[in-house]
């Protein structure tokens, strides 16, 4: 029938969109984008209180609170470049002393009967 006909399988250009959802950001966008939406929400909550009690329509605060924290979710959610501007260096594996041994490697010890710079 004609719900059941095939998917076409061209790929759509989403001009890079996902790739905002699948990067991460490092810990210095964190950090801003977590100043970012703390100052967004402030400022929108302020403004809103101050036109709801102007107008003394409470859904005038809510209203304005909500777009502040639209657009706060939009600012900071997906991993813009600018979140992305540190390189993350992490350190090595830990191995254990015992896949170290395992390896040959002891340290820098050398068994008594060894000499290091054969």
Known sequence: GPFNAPRPTSRVDTMGVLDLFNK???YEGQRLAEDLMTKIVLLTGAVGFGLGFY???FSNTFYVLAV???VAAVVTLPSWPMYRRTKMVFLPPYRSPQEKESEGEADG???AGERKDK
Request: with cysteine; charged share 35%.
């Open 24 to 26: 991460s950001m490092d």
């Open 55 to 57: 107008t003394e329509k």
């Open 68 to 70: 502040g924290c639209l």
């Open 109 to 111: 010890l050398v068994d």
